[in-house]
């Protein structure tokens, strides 16, 4: 298997946020993983929303930038990248403020000294501008994930039919343990409430934003892009979308790689933000490129990067 990053885990801002204990594992090259509350295990992520701020808090020749984003629930992701990541700061220079934005990155955790808060931020690998609509399937995955880890989480030790219904990852599974560990008691009806609040946002239902000076918080909602795509919010919560067989995601993913290879190969974190809004997430996207190397179909010219063979 050729050797590749951590995948993006999707991931609304406000669980993110809120994973402030680290966990390094015990192998060789463990990257520093974010455990969240409800048993999110981040050390890359996939975030949308709204760029809402930017600033280069350096120089014109050593810049470094800070930049927020607002998802579709109103809650802020804090992006940073300076001379340590150029490419990540290169591409925030770019954009401007209240484009949507897709994101892949790492997550890292800061706690001052004189200061008892943690502060989690991205460091953006890769960014791009994206569409109203793109962000919206992005958010409707996410709030898919969330749903999954709140199910989990309410089942773990208590009802293990229903926790071998939740088709948890081995790592996913593994961020759940962890989060026991880390946080023994948690509201998982706050986690409850912040699905619900999404999904009806993105269903066009009235619920307030948050302040902020750049942007309007007038998302708009997924109903009008995709009417069926949640006709009754409490239902979507209660049942996660139907999986799409794995033949078609092949399919999708291999019709990516054709449309965005401009000759040298699509990048891996290219690819999985433009596979996100087909439903198809790090772990798997992983899966079905070990299988379509595997059918002769793909191959790497160079490292991390895909071609149709």
Not at 15 to 34: G, M
Not at 255 to 270: F, L, P, V
């Amino acid at each position: 298997m050729a050797q590749r990053r951590e995948p993006g885990v999707l991931v609304l801002a406000k669980e993110l946020s809120a994973a402030i204990v680290k966990h390094v594992e015990d192998r060789e090259y463990s990257p520093t993983y974010l455990i969240s509350e409800i048993g999110g295990k981040l050390s890359r992520v996939l975030i949308g929303g709204v760029l809402d701020q930017i600033e280069n808090r350096g120089s014109e020749d050593d810049p470094f930038y800070t930049a927020r984003v607002i998802d579709p629930n109103g809650d802020f992701y804090y992006l940073q990248a300076g001379q340590y990541n150029p490419e990540g700061a290169t591409a925030l220079s770019k954009l401007e403020i209240g484009v949507p934005v897709l994101c892949v990155g790492k997550v890292r955790a800061r706690t001052p000294e004189d200061s008892e808060r943690t502060y989690v931020s991205v460091q953006p690998e890769s960014i791009r501008a994206a569409s109203m609509d793109e962000v919206n399937h992005w958010a409707i995955k996410a709030c898919d994930t969330l749903m999954r880890r709140i199910n989990a989480n309410k089942a773990f030790g208590e009802d293990d039919e229903a926790l071998k219904r939740a088709n948890l990852t081995g790592r996913e599974m593994d961020g759940l343990e962890l989060s026991k560990d880390f946080y023994p008691t948690i509201a998982v009806e706050n986690y409850q409430a912040l699905l619900y609040d999404c999904l009806t946002r993105l269903a066009g239902g009235d619920v307030a934003m948050p302040e902020t000076t750049n942007f309007t918080g007038e998302f708009e909602p997924a109903a009008k892009t995709e009417p069926k795509v949640v006709e009754k919010t409490k239902e979507i919560i209660e049942e996660a979308a139907e999986p799409a067989s794995g033949d078609d995601n092949e399919a999708k993913v291999l019709a990516a790689i054709k449309k965005m290879d401009e000759g040298d190969g699509i990048y891996y974190d290219d690819l999985g933000i433009a596979i996100s809004v087909e439903g198809i997430d790090g772990p798997m996207l992983d899966e079905i490129l070990d299988s379509l190397t595997d059918q002769g179909r793909i191959f790497q010219p160079r490292f991390n990067h895909y071609k149709e063979a």
